[in-house]
């Protein structure tokens, strides 16, 4: 049986305790805990803080341009022509997506991800050649990093003609969810859209991510449409709305409701608390209103825009600092999205700090827990499943 003893680390800021990890979970919290095995290996923790490993519910690791030299963006495209961008990217005779895949997620690692979620672009100019360089990296990686894949109709399902056969071929193929992408403003026809999306979700039986930029009312319709497929299906815990701006963009009395509505139905959503003149939603009253929340660093270095870091730590500063979550109480929930939110969007299984769940931790220097989030330390030790896969921001897997 392999062994791992964590000595001296306060679980969120808690007490100081041990941490004995059996066969990649946790067996045992608390105080001067004791190995049996002779090839344990034994970390001193030293007081760190220990929190559960960072959960990016929300990137695009197909896109990472991270490694090819700086990509020039032009200012003021339309939406079209930024995936046009995209395309083209990767076509270059040098952009391979399972490098570059590669590279994001080794940087998640080092950050102290454990848990992602990346969308896959599925069109007619990328095919498959996106999840097929995504499921290499996830099979490099396995062990350091649970990925999670989403087919993602970046290019629009029901405009660009020929995404259904090849999402549908991305299920077959190792994808794990279907994603959708504005049904009503890109795509110009929600109902039928998400008939295609969810009826792939029942046939293959996936789970669904649609990605959002509807904003104000048009937004709040597309997400009632998603509501009585989710009531219609029993999609419930299994669907996700990532960046449900419109929700900082309605009424509040509507923007209550759907929100009451999306915690009965347990819909997900994700946020990277977006910059610029976006709408933002209110992940404060999301998470108070029972709503599984979780944050995404979204496309780190890709063709669309240069802000994003593999760090979640980082974006969940981005995310308090939008939301003006300034409070200890208020930063507690900024540190739920980056953790325990994420993964339960994700569905991660048996994560958190308690006895039974994997040893899939991250150790950082700090007095208490929320402080990580504005001092974001480069001091980091990651583990997953009890091995030791990153240290001060240098991968090692
Ligand atoms: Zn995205």
């Given at each position: 049986m392999q062994e791992t003893l964590i000595k001296n680390v306060r679980p969120l800021a808690g007490s100081a305790v041990d941490i004995l990890v059996q066969d990649e979970r946790i067996a045992a919290v608390g105080p001067s805990l004791t190995s049996s095995a002779p090839d344990a290996q034994v970390i001193d923790g030293d007081g760190h803080l220990v929190l559960p490993g960072f959960a990016d519910a929300h990137t695009h690791i197909d896109k990472c341009t991270v490694g090819l030299g700086w990509y020039s963006r032009r200012s003021g495209r339309s939406w079209a022509e930024m995936i046009k961008d995209g395309q083209d990217y990767r076509e270059?005779?040098?952009?391979?997506h399972h490098v570059q895949s590669s590279r994001q997620a080794r940087a998640s690692i080092a950050a102290g991800t454990t848990h992602l979620r990346t969308f896959v672009d599925i069109d007619p100019s990328a095919r498959l050649k996106g999840l097929e360089g995504v499921l290499k990296t996830r099979e490099d990686l396995a062990g350091a990093l649970t990925i999670n894949i989403v087919a993602f109709a970046q290019s629009g399902l029901l405009v660009t003609p020929g995404v259904e056969k090849l999402l549908e071929e991305a299920l077959q193929n190792g994808a794990d969810s279907v994603g959708g992408m504005d049904?009503?403003?890109?795509?110009?026809d929600p109902v039928k859209h998400l008939d295609v999306i969810f009826g792939l979700a029942e046939k293959y039986d996936k789970d669904v991510d649609i990605h959002f930029h509807e904003v104000g009312t048009l937004g709040a319709f597309t997400c009632e449409l998603i509501i009585e497929r989710v009531k219609t299906l029993g999609w419930h815990d299994r669907t996700v709305i990532s960046h449900p701006n419109f929700l900082g963009d309605i009424e509040p009395a509507y923007a209550d409701r759907l929100i009451e509505e999306l915690a009965e139905n347990r819909i997900s959503i994700t946020s990277n608390?977006?910059?610029?003149?976006h709408p933002n939603p209110p992940v404060k009253r999301l998470h108070q209103a029972g709503v599984a929340c979780g944050m995404g660093n979204d496309g780190v270095g890709d063709t669309w825009n240069p802000f994003n870091r593999p760090d979640v730590l980082n974006r969940a500063y981005l995310v308090a600092f939008r939301n003006r979550l300034s409070g200890d109480d208020e930063l507690e929930i900024a540190l739920d999205l980056a953790t325990y939110g994420g993964a339960r969007v994700m569905r991660a299984?048996?994560?958190?700090?308690?006895?039974?769940?994997?040893?899939?931790l991250v150790l950082l220097p700090g007095?208490?827990?929320?402080?990580t989030i504005i001092e974001?330390?480069?001091e980091r030790l990651v583990l997953k499943r009890g091995r030791i896969v990153a240290r001060d921001g240098e991968c090692l897997v």
């Open positions: 270059r005779p040098d952009f391979d049904p009503a403003y890109y795509d110009r608390g977006p910059g610029g003149s299984e048996s994560y958190g700090l308690e006895v039974g769940c994997y040893a899939d007095e208490t827990h929320v402080q974001r330390p480069t």
